[in-house]
């Protein structure tokens, strides 16, 4: 059964970067088939995606966040990786990391969730 | 401002049936596959439909999906209190070249 889970500061300064990290169990992330993305969730609010990669490096952006987003891999951990710059509160937010899968070989789906991180962006 | 469109809340009683609806465009719903998320309170959402209308192993055949043009349905028969949560829908968004989620319907079970 594969596993994810999320690590990182629950308290970030504005103007700060964010840094968290996803440790995948259970299975490779050195999948060609799958991407692994990052989802957040603001408090009271809904979902919302913000970038995916895949073992070759395809790499899709929440067009309103790219310009702050860097996302990496490292096989050798089974890890991936988010950076997010110039924090602000909006930023503030649960944090899941999730893989995108196509399961039956159709369409994507997020399939396996990560808990969740809080993200509070304080002075 | 969620680029696929559900309703804020849902109710119906225990033993009832509810369907909860996701609408978009030509540029997500119409030409992609849909899945489906519920989550429960204090907890990280759960795959409950993929490919439209196909249930993972584990998820109870009370949950469908259904899609046609640029919507979506998630049914749920027998309601139970257990199946109180949010319920998002998802797809990929060709002209942003990115996933795009509905803004999520919370189904109270009355």
């Known amino acids: 059964q594969l596993q994810l889970q999320e690590s990182g500061p629950g308290l970030v300064k504005p103007s700060e970067t964010l840094s968290l990290t996803c440790t995948v169990s259970?299975?490779?992330?050195?999948?060609?088939?799958?991407?692994w993305a990052w989802i957040r969730q603001p408090p009271e609010k809904g979902l919302e995606w913000i970038v995916s990669?895949?073992?070759?490096?395809?790499?899709y952006y929440n067009p309103s966040l790219k310009s702050r987003v860097i996302i990496s891999l490292d096989t050798s951990k089974n890890q991936f990786s988010l950076k997010l710059n110039s924090m602000t509160a909006a930023d503030t937010a649960v944090y899941y990391c999730?893989?995108?899968?196509?399961?039956?070989?159709?369409?994507?789906?997020?399939?396996?969730w990560g808990q969740g991180t809080q993200v509070t962006v304080s002075s | 401002q969620s680029v696929l469109t559900q309703p804020p809340s849902v109710s119906a009683a225990p033993g009832q049936k509810v369907t909860i609806s996701c609408s978009g465009s030509?540029?997500?719903?119409?030409?992609?596959?849909v899945s489906w998320y519920q989550q429960l309170p204090g907890t990280a959402p759960k795959l409950l439909i993929y490919?439209?209308?196909k249930r993972p192993s584990g998820i109870p055949d009370r949950f469908s999906g259904s899609k046609s043009g640029t919507s979506a349905t998630l049914g749920i028969t027998g309601l139970q209190t257990g199946d109180e949560a949010d319920y998002y829908c998802?797809?990929?968004?060709?002209?942003?070249?990115?996933?795009?989620f509905g803004g999520g319907t919370k189904l109270t079970v009355l």
């Open positions: 998802g797809t990929w968004d060709s002209s942003l070249s990115g996933r795009v």
């Open positions: 490919d439209n209308n």
């Open positions: 990669i895949s073992y070759s490096g395809n790499t």
């Open positions: 030509s540029s997500n719903i119409g030409n992609n596959y």
């Open positions: 999730a893989r995108l899968s196509k399961r039956d070989g159709s369409g994507y789906c997020l399939d396996y």
């Open positions: 259970g299975g490779s992330i050195s999948s060609n088939s799958d991407y």
